[in-house]
């Protein structure tokens, strides 16, 4: 049997190492794919009781939303462009009162800017390679639950966190919707009532942390007594409630932190 002329061979030898790299990299990308579908299938699931919370919840929400004078498909996008519960209450108030654009957006800010530091958090997780769009998206659908469930788990994909998003925010936007129809075809008693099951959930969210800490407890009462005050004394009731939310909001927590701040148990029991 007579050998292959070098020059003939080189076409073949190129084309076995071409099969072989495509090779490689199709089982890279199916593994890729592959995951990638492992982990929003695993958020999409996990997010199934987030969603149904939210539903409640942001139903009553579109009952303070359609208080204000807003349409079905105005709550519905308010909710989808702003996954919070505190902010969107604020939202509803300060459109009722009538509120200047930038006193609006300073209030939502002060409010959601937990969900700032929430992202950071989350940020950490990332790997170095992983386009600044994910990071993006990630934090733009972050919320307390869907963070709590994010920075819990042990290999994170922002994949996972696209899946609860995918249920959740859904969830949460076309119950607002409802929520404004609702309070449109209910009778004037029902809606105050179904009014009131919002401030039940902030209650709900606030009672366990202040039966576990004392200063959270105290600015909890202080924030209670000082919202009070601030809504019938004179000349601080002519300002709007918006601002008055951020400036007691800013101060009580300032305050707070500055009389109990919060320990670094981990870096205390390092130092011993």
């Not at 659908?141 to 994909?157: M, W």
């Not at 949460?172 to 209910?186: H, K, N, P, R, Y």
């Not at 004179?234 to 707070?256: D, E, K, N, Q």
């Amino acid at each position: 049997m007579g050998s292959i002329p070098v020059g003939d061979a080189k076409p073949l030898i190129q084309m076995s190492q071409r099969f072989f790299y495509f090779q490689a990299y199709s089982k890279e990308l199916y593994f890729f794919m592959n995951d990638k579908a492992h982990f929003f299938a695993k958020g999409l699931k996990e997010g199934i009781p987030v969603a149904s919370g939210y539903f409640a919840v942001a139903f009553s929400l579109g009952i303070v939303a359609r208080n204000s004078g807003l349409s079905a498909f105005q709550g519905f996008l308010a909710s989808l462009l702003n996954t919070a519960s505190a902010g969107e209450y604020s939202l509803f108030e300060s459109i009722r009162e009538g509120v200047t654009y930038a006193e609006l957006a300073l209030s939502i800010f002060v409010i959601n800017i937990r969900y700032f530091l929430m992202s950071c958090s989350l940020s950490q997780r990332f790997a170095p390679s992983v386009n600044i769009l994910h990071r993006f998206f990630t934090g733009f659908g972050i919320t307390d639950e869907i963070f709590a469930l994010s920075v819990s788990q042990k290999n994170y994909s922002p994949f996972y966190t696209y899946g609860i998003i995918a249920i959740a925010v859904p969830a949460w936007s076309i119950a607002t919707a409802i929520g404004v129809c609702a309070g449109t075809i209910l009778p004037l008693r029902v809606v105050s009532a179904l009014s009131v099951a919002l401030f039940g959930m902030f209650l709900a969210i606030i009672i366990p942390p202040v039966k576990k800490d004392k200063a959270v407890a105290a600015c909890v009462i202080s924030s209670f007594v000082l919202s009070y005050l601030s809504s019938v004394l004179p000349y601080v009731r002519t300002i709007s409630g918006g601002m008055r939310t951020v400036v007691l909001t800013l101060v009580i927590s300032a305050v707070m932190a500055f009389i109990s701040p919060l320990r670094d148990s981990q870096g205390a029991s390092d130092e011993e």
